[in-house]
């Protein structure tokens, strides 16, 4: 399977929208933009998305909105937690939508113990 490169759109919108909160760790993985929160992935851009990590009843949630679906950076390969926020949530007029699930993430992440290092 060949993976598209997200747009420059994309990259910017996701520079946008990655809160400017003390905790929050910008990094690359794979060579795309991702933030953690004490070690633990947070949000980051897939090709041409936007993902989000959240709890299992905000992902019951997250998936009753138009355009949002499972994670799934591989057919049939799910990445439980995660989720893919829907395009038209990156409007201006849908920022107050798009801030509320960034939060519910965070504090979802923020609760998790810290990821350990690996040994090498």
């Known amino acids: 399977m060949k993976w598209e490169k997200p747009t420059t759109q994309?990259?910017?919108?996701?520079?946008?929208i990655v809160p400017q909160i003390t905790g929050i760790e910008r990094r690359k993985m794979f060579g795309l933009p991702v933030a953690f929160v004490n070690s633990n992935m947070y949000m980051g851009?897939?090709?041409?998305?936007?993902i989000l990590r959240l709890s299992e009843k905000d992902r019951q949630d997250f998936s009753s909105i138009e355009g949002a679906h499972q994670f799934e950076p591989t057919p049939g390969r799910p990445m439980r937690e995660y989720v893919v926020f829907?395009?038209?949530?990156?409007e201006?007029?849908?920022?107050?939508?798009?801030?509320e699930w960034i939060y519910k993430s965070f504090e979802y992440v923020s609760a998790l113990p810290p990821k350990e290092k690996k040994k090498p």
Do not use: A, R, Y
């Open 86 to 90: 829907p395009h038209w949530m990156f």
């Open 45 to 50: 851009v897939h090709q041409s998305d936007i």
């Open 10 to 16: 994309i990259l910017n919108t996701f520079e946008k």
């Open 92 to 99: 201006e007029k849908n920022k107050s939508i798009l801030d």
